[in-house]
């Protein structure tokens, strides 16, 4: 089995050749982070507005007065001061049909009332953020990988063999963190550009700079001062509780099952076999990572479309996780689970599988 791996190893080798220089793995990286943030945006956004709701945030109906889930905090505190006595009825005409067909019920309502009341172009809400988002995170991030697990895998080869199926956890986990901070703000901005609906159809909705201005300075006309800068970085904990065991399962599901599959074709890697591999390693991995770290994904959400500067400063993710638990229980926790399973899975395939063989390119270039 050792020598197996052994020879598995060196066949790898082209697509972790040291000649790729690092600017190389960032272009394959930053090419396979455009294709996949334009295909998946639609289901990140479908996934943002079933989080949201659960949250609070009132998609309106003709009643022009919120709909809110029964449990919500935000419902809660609307009905205290109503008439109405039980949640999801119209205040005006008190009738309960009014709100629940602008209340989203699943990944396909999403889709469908999205489409019918802001124009199929709305499912691509916020795609400049995600690409400005993805393009140079996953720059960082996908060649940082390579570099901190060739590295440690050298290293532990040498000294310490036991300890080398663990390479692809630490190493993912140190290079998601590193391009998970580099440029956090433009997150807060995509996520809140997706929660947030326009009120007419077809009107022009504030970019990604308008976005994280009105995070700053929440009340127009008014100053902003360092206290509010820090609204930039509000769920920045919750980001990292998320995306550090994502990356960290992913890699620890993805590394041996492409590996297994390259064996299990037993011949010398081609594109053809690099992508198959890649993409069904990356697709399962995804998958499985998006599932297990929703309620993380749930409670970021919650803490990056808080618009209360007092209460986003003082939120941490434990609070925000009892919160999200009391309003809704298991139910809450995987609130947009299938949008966001759904997400993840293509998602990983499609940024491991494009850049694994665009590597594969570029070191069969230099070759020649």
Same mark, same amino acid.
């Given at each position: 089995?050792?020598? *197996?791996?052994?020879?598995?190893?060196?066949?790898?080798?082209?697509?972790?050749? *040291?000649? $790729?220089?690092?600017? #190389?793995?960032?272009?394959?990286?930053?090419?396979?982070?455009?294709?996949?943030?334009?295909?998946?945006?639609?289901?990140?956004?479908?996934?943002?507005?079933?989080?949201?709701?659960?949250?609070?945030?009132?998609?309106?109906?003709?009643?022009?007065?919120?709909?809110?889930?029964?449990?919500?905090?935000?419902?809660?505190?609307?009905?205290?001061?109503?008439? @109405?006595?039980?949640?999801? !009825?119209?205040?005006?005409?008190?009738?309960?049909? &009014?709100?629940?067909?602008? %209340?989203?019920?699943?990944?396909?309502?999403?889709?469908?009332?999205?489409?019918?009341?802001?124009?199929?172009?709305?499912?691509?809400?916020? /795609?400049?953020?995600?690409?400005?988002?993805?393009?140079? /995170?996953?720059?960082?991030?996908?060649?940082?990988? +390579?570099?901190?697990?060739?590295?440690? #895998?050298?290293?532990?080869?040498?000294?310490?063999?036991?300890?080398?199926?663990? !390479?692809?956890? !630490?190493?993912? /986990?140190?290079?998601?963190?590193?391009?998970?901070?580099?440029?956090?703000?433009?997150?807060?901005?995509?996520?809140?550009?997706?929660?947030?609906?326009?009120? %007419?159809?077809?009107?022009?909705?504030?970019?990604?700079?308008?976005?994280?201005?009105?995070?700053?300075?929440?009340?127009?006309?008014?100053?902003?001062?360092?206290?509010?800068?820090?609204?930039?970085? /509000?769920?920045?904990?919750?980001?990292?509780?998320?995306?550090?065991?994502?990356?960290?399962?992913?890699? @620890?599901? $993805?590394?041996?099952?492409?590996?297994?599959?390259?064996?299990?074709?037993? #011949?010398?890697?081609?594109?053809?076999?690099?992508?198959?591999?890649?993409?069904?390693?990356?697709?399962?991995?995804?998958?499985?990572?998006?599932?297990?770290?929703?309620?993380?994904?749930?409670?970021?959400?919650?803490?990056?479309? #808080?618009?209360?500067?007092?209460?986003?400063?003082?939120?941490?993710?434990?609070?925000?996780?009892?919160?999200?638990?009391? +309003?809704?229980?298991?139910?809450?926790?995987?609130?947009?689970?299938?949008?966001?399973?759904?997400?993840?899975?293509? @998602?990983?395939?499609?940024? &491991?599988?494009?850049?694994?063989?665009?590597?594969?390119?570029?070191?069969?270039?230099?070759?020649?």
């Amino acid at each position: 089995m050792m020598v *197996e791996e052994a020879k598995l190893d060196s066949k790898l080798k082209p697509m972790v050749n *040291e000649s $790729l220089r690092f600017g #190389e793995r960032a272009l394959s990286a930053g090419g396979a982070a455009f294709i996949s943030a334009v295909i998946v945006n639609p289901l990140d956004v479908v996934k943002t507005r079933l989080q949201a709701q659960a949250a609070g945030v009132p998609y309106q109906g003709s009643c022009r007065l919120g709909c809110f889930e029964p449990n919500s905090t935000v419902a809660h505190d609307v009905i205290r001061g109503s008439s @109405s006595s039980s949640p999801g !009825v119209c205040r005006i005409t008190g009738s309960p049909t &009014v709100c629940s067909d602008h %209340q989203y019920k699943g990944t396909l309502d999403v889709f469908i009332k999205i489409i019918r009341q802001e124009g199929f172009s709305r499912l691509w809400r916020g /795609t400049y953020a995600s690409l400005a988002l993805a393009v140079p /995170t996953v720059g960082i991030y996908m060649p940082c990988y +390579d570099y901190f697990r060739n590295i440690m #895998e050298d290293f532990t080869a040498e000294k310490s063999p036991a300890f080398t199926p663990y !390479v692809p956890l !630490v190493a993912g /986990t140190i290079a998601r963190s590193l391009a998970c901070i580099s440029i956090y703000p433009v997150e807060l901005a995509r996520t809140r550009m997706q929660a947030f609906k326009g009120t %007419q159809r077809g009107a022009k909705l504030p970019g990604v700079w308008k976005t994280l201005v009105d995070a700053v300075n929440p009340v127009k006309g008014s100053s902003s001062n360092g206290q509010n800068y820090r609204m930039l970085w /509000t769920g920045l904990g919750a980001q990292l509780a998320r995306d550090v065991p994502f990356s960290a399962i992913c890699w @620890s599901i $993805l590394e041996p099952t492409r590996r297994s599959i390259l064996s299990f074709m037993g #011949e010398e890697p081609r594109a053809g076999s690099i992508i198959g591999a890649n993409f069904t390693a990356g697709f399962v991995a995804g998958a499985v990572a998006g599932a297990a770290t929703c309620p993380l994904d749930v409670a970021k959400t919650r803490r990056q479309i #808080e618009k209360n500067i007092d209460r986003a400063m003082k939120m941490t993710t434990r609070q925000t996780l009892a919160e999200i638990w009391r +309003d809704g229980g298991m139910r809450g926790m995987f609130s947009g689970a299938g949008a966001r399973v759904g997400r993840a899975g293509p @998602s990983v395939a499609i940024v &491991v599988s494009f850049y694994e063989v665009v590597k594969y390119g570029l070191h069969h270039f230099h070759q020649q």
